[in-house]
């Protein structure tokens, strides 16, 4: 039997969101500085709502896999596979990774216990999922699902589409019952939701950072008529057509994540 101490009894961590497996732990100062300079910025990061925040998975007897490289701890009878089968799986996925870019290889705990998540600065989303309409996200921001959700790898419909509507040439495609955790640069509070019936989204930068499954994805010039482009200096917008959902931020994403041995900088 495994027991956590100084999480949930810690003054100075808030449990700021629960779903399933999934507990977001959220540190209100973060006490780990080493020089006056951190000191000074972990104080404004906390002032500000810029909190370090954590992971935890509580398993009864299940399975959540993991983006390779964010484990911090695990605890209890837990086993770790891969989703190679083989040396020649291996070899593919490998290939299949350098060429994409996408973590492919991703670690699936399994058993009773606990899986503790490295910290970020980012800010941390669980989401439902279903088997009828997946959701698609960036490999980037992904965290951890549960055991009832697949992971594929969703190509961007052509690669103009992908070097001008910036999210990425390849992104994941969750589909499954289940929880998505995953990565925003932004609060829940300040995320848009964009519900389309058979209607068209039409967004100016790579705000989105979830989407249905059942939208299809691409990006368009926004005036058919190039003399009124250059007039009105619209660039390509990331268009979003169909029935479904899409996730919006209210700022472009921008890397908050801190490393403990450098000190932040903005």
């Not at 100084?6 to 006490?31: C, M, P, T, W």
């Not at 404004?44 to 896999?65: A, D, H, P």
């Not at 029935?243 to 903005?266: A, C, I, M, R, Y």
Request: aromatic residues 8%; neutral net charge.
């Amino acid at each position: 039997m495994v027991k956590l101490r100084n999480v949930y009894d810690n003054s100075n961590i808030i449990l700021s969101d629960e779903k399933g497996i999934f507990r977001v732990l959220e540190h209100k100062v973060d006490q780990s500085a080493k020089t006056m300079h951190q000191a000074e910025m972990n104080f404004y990061f906390s002032r500000t709502g810029v909190n370090k925040k954590q992971l935890l998975i509580r398993l009864k007897n299940e399975s959540v896999c993991v983006n390779p490289g964010l484990l911090m701890f695990t605890c209890g009878n837990i086993e770790v596979k891969t989703n190679v089968r083989g040396v020649g799986d291996l070899i593919n996925k490998a290939i299949s990774s350098s060429v994409t870019g996408e973590g492919m290889i991703k670690p699936k705990y399994h058993g009773t216990g606990y899986v503790m998540l490295d910290h970020t600065y980012r800010y941390i989303l669980l989401e439902q999922t279903n088997k009828e309409n997946g959701m698609i996200i960036s490999d980037a921001t992904f965290l951890a699902c549960s055991g009832g959700v697949n992971i594929k790898t969703m190509p961007v419909s052509s690669l103009t589409s992908a070097a001008l509507g910036r999210e990425g040439v390849f992104n994941l495609l969750l589909k499954g019952d289940g929880i998505v955790a995953f990565t925003s640069p932004v609060p829940k509070e300040d995320i848009t939701i964009v519900e389309l019936q058979n209607d068209v989204l039409k967004v100016d930068g790579n705000y989105a950072i979830a989407w249905s499954e059942s939208l299809s994805f691409a990006v368009e010039n926004p005036s058919a008529d190039l003399f009124s482009t250059s007039v009105s200096q619209e660039g390509y917008v990331n268009v979003y057509r169909g029935t479904g959902q899409v996730l919006l931020s209210s700022v472009l994403p921008q890397n908050l994540d801190v490393p403990s041995n450098v000190e932040p900088k903005f």
